[in-house]
């Protein structure tokens, strides 16, 4: 092993750059990751505003349709209709 003095300060220099780069690459992965999970929380808000709003849109519908029902359900029937409209056609 040469242990001459341009060995030695190139090794470290090398050893030097080696840790730099790895700490770029952790700084890299950690910028990565907050990006990631600042997406995730934006996606789960946007998804429970979504889902919120469908529930909303579920309970409208279910109004109109119960609405709808009273309104039908308070109309004459068919067959009275047309007996009321026999009777007066015929007097």
Known sequence: MD???GKIFESIF?????SSRSKHLYVHHYEVNT???QMEKKFFAASN???NRINEL???IDTV???FDDIISHLPS???ATTTTGTSTQQ
């Open 3 to 5: 242990l001459s003095k």
């Open 14 to 18: 090398l050893i030097d750059k080696a």
């Open 35 to 37: 990006i990631f999970r």
């Open 49 to 51: 505003q979504l889902m």
């Open 58 to 60: 579920d309970r409208k």
């Open 65 to 67: 349709e119960s609405n």
């Open 78 to 80: 068919e067959e009275s």
